[in-house]
């Protein structure tokens, strides 16, 4: 399994982005799928996740009503639209896949990360 995300780039607060990550090799829909991200001289924090089969999604309090999580399974993609951004959302965002449809919060639960993608939001 790989994963390759991208959209990252330099906003300014208030504005919007959105990430992708497509999913090669992926031999079942019994898995999920995470966003997270590290900000520097942080630890790795869970950002959302969705079901792949289903699509059952969930937030982390710090983005709910700004981010949505989303998949698009004939292109094997899923996405992070991020709204409303603000300084503090600045980070590496990675994308994560795990056997088994139940989203956890826990990174070491995750089996395959994508390389990250950089997310800068000015003030």
């Known amino acids: 399994v790989q994963l390759q995300a991208s959209g990252g780039g330099l906003v300014q607060a208030g504005g919007s982005l959105r990430l992708s990550c497509v999913v090669s090799?992926?031999?079942?829909?019994?898995?999920?799928m995470g966003w997270f991200r590290q900000a520097p001289g942080k630890e790795r924090e869970f950002v959302a996740g969705?079901?792949?089969?289903?699509?059952?999604?969930g937030y982390a309090d710090s983005v709910k009503g700004r981010f949505i999580i989303s998949k698009d399974s004939a292109k094997n993609t899923v996405y992070l639209q991020m709204n409303s951004l603000k300084p503090e959302d600045t980070a590496v965002y990675y994308c994560?896949?795990?056997?088994?449809?139940?989203?956890?919060?826990?990174?070491?639960?995750?089996?395959?990360w994508g390389q990250g993608t950089e997310v800068t939001v000015s003030s």
């Open positions: 090799g992926r031999t079942s829909n019994d898995v999920s």
């Open positions: 969705i079901r792949w089969s289903g699509g059952n999604t």
């Open positions: 994560a896949l795990k056997w088994g449809s139940t989203v956890y919060m826990s990174a070491q639960r995750y089996n395959y």
